[in-house]
C-alpha cells in the first residue's frame, strides 16, 4: 500500500533562518507531487507541484522553493524565514494516470517567531 | 482566474441533515473532489465527482452540476464527529498537468 510521509511534526523558527520540510512517498513510483499551505482558518494554497525528477512548476511567488531530487521526495525550502511563512505545510501525492484523488501527508505547522 | 465559493461557517443538530453548497469558476474543469478536516488534521478525501449526478457513499453524498458550476455536500444521520472543516476542490488540467485548487472550507459544527 501506498503511504506518504511528512516531517517534522512542528516546528519553531526564528526569522530570517532557513527552512527545509521533507515529503517522501512510499509503494508508489512516478507519483505527482503537491505543497501546499494553510493560513490559520483559512483553506488551502497550492504552492509547488511536481510532474517528476527535477520538473517543478510554481503557484505562487513567494519566499519559498521547491526540489524533487528522487522520484518520491518532495522538499520545500526558504533561504530566510518571513514572518508571513508561519502555517501548516501539507505534501500531498496522486498517481499520475487516471482519475485519482489526492493523499495528504500528516501535514508541517510551522511558527516562524 | 480561478474563484470556489462555500459558506465559512455553518451549524447543525446531531442526526439532522445537512447540505453544503459549493460555486466555482474555473477553467479546465477535470472534477470535484470534497475533503473533510479535523482541527489540526490533514484532509481525508469524502467524495469525487467528474460526471453530473449524484454519488452516494454511506452518510455522504455529493452532487455535482457542470453547466451551472455547482456542488454539494449532503451530510445524514450527523453525529458530533462530523464537526469538522469540509473543502471543496476543484481539479484543473492546465498545459496537460493535474493540479487540485481549493475553497477556504466551511466549519461545520453539530451541537447536541
Known amino acids: 500500500s501506498q503511504t506518504i510521509h511528512q516531517w517534522p511534526a512542528t516546528l519553531v523558527q526564528p526569522v530570517g533562518s532557513p527552512l527545509s520540510l521533507e515529503c517522501t512517498v512510499e509503494g508508489t513510483s512516478n507519483p505527482n507531487l503537491y505543497w501546499y499551505r494553510q493560513a490559520a482558518g483559512r483553506g488551502l494554497q497550492l504552492l509547488f507541484y511536481s510532474v517528476g525528477i527535477g520538473q517543478i512548476s510554481s503557484e505562487v511567488p513567494q519566499n519559498l522553493s521547491a526540489s524533487r531530487p528522487q522520484d518520491r521526495q518532495f522538499i520545500l525550502s526558504s533561504k530566510k524565514l518571513l514572518l508571513s511563512d508561519s502555517g501548516f505545510y501539507l505534501c500531498?501525492?496522486?498517481?499520475?494516470?487516471?482519475?485519482?484523488?489526492?493523499?495528504f501527508g500528516s501535514g508541517t505547522r510551522l511558527t516562524v517567531v | 482566474g480561478q474563484n470556489i465559493d462555500q459558506p465559512t461557517e455553518m451549524t447543525a443538530t446531531e442526526g439532522a441533515i445537512v447540505q453544503i453548497n459549493c460555486t466555482y469558476q474555473?477553467?479546465?474543469?477535470?472534477?470535484l473532489f470534497w475533503y473533510q478536516q479535523h482541527a489540526g488534521e490533514a484532509p481525508t478525501f469524502l467524495s469525487y465527482n467528474v460526471l453530473d449526478g449524484l454519488e452516494e457513499k454511506g452518510r455522504f453524498s455529493s452532487f455535482l452540476s457542470r453547466s451551472k458550476g455547482y456542488s454539494y455536500l449532503l451530510l445524514k444521520e450527523l453525529q458530533m464527529k462530523d464537526s469538522a472543516s469540509y473543502l471543496c476542490a476543484v481539479r484543473l488540467v492546465s498545459g496537460g498537468y493535474n493540479k487540485l485548487i481549493f475553497g477556504a472550507g466551511t466549519r461545520l459544527a453539530v451541537h447536541p
Open positions: 474555473t477553467s479546465g474543469f477535470n472534477g
Open positions: 500531498a501525492w496522486r498517481k499520475r494516470e487516471g482519475l485519482y484523488g489526492y493523499t
